[in-house]
């Protein structure tokens, strides 16, 4: 199967919102718990936010919880990760990807596979 496609990355200033938007193909994606990761130069991948297969359930890292929302939409194979409250340090290429082992609560990168190229998200004070 493919890899997913991000979009929906820009420039946007402090307490600004943004959508992205994960277009994941192949059938198996809906079948998949979802996470979006994200990284920042010099740092490695951390983990934002996953969504359980049926977008039943979600869960976040601390530094997305309040402002972040991921979501899905299986019969368009796609998922989001609305952001608001924008800050600086939001700054990142963002990645989602397939998680195939371990739970939704898994946030080291290990867990996932088929990432996509990521978008950029830059955000300016």
């Known amino acids: 199967q493919g890899q997913p496609v991000e979009s929906g990355g820009g420039l946007v200033q402090a307490g600004g919102s943004l959508r992205l938007s994960c277009a994941a193909p192949g059938r198996s994606f809906s079948m998949s718990r979802m996470g979006w990761f994200r990284q920042a130069p010099g740092k490695d991948r951390e983990f934002v936010a996953a969504i359980n297969w049926i977008g039943a359930n979600t869960y976040y890292a601390d530094s997305a919880k309040g402002r972040f929302i991921v979501s899905r939409d299986n019969a368009k194979n796609t998922v989001f990760l609305q952001m608001n409250s924008l800050k600086p340090e939001d700054t990142a290429v963002y990645y989602c990807?397939?998680?195939?082992?371990?739970?939704?609560?898994?946030?080291?990168?290990?867990?996932?596979?088929?990432w996509g190229q990521g978008t950029q998200v830059t955000v300016s004070s």
């Open positions: 990807a397939a998680g195939y082992q371990g739970t939704l609560y898994s946030t080291g990168t290990s867990t996932y596979h088929n």
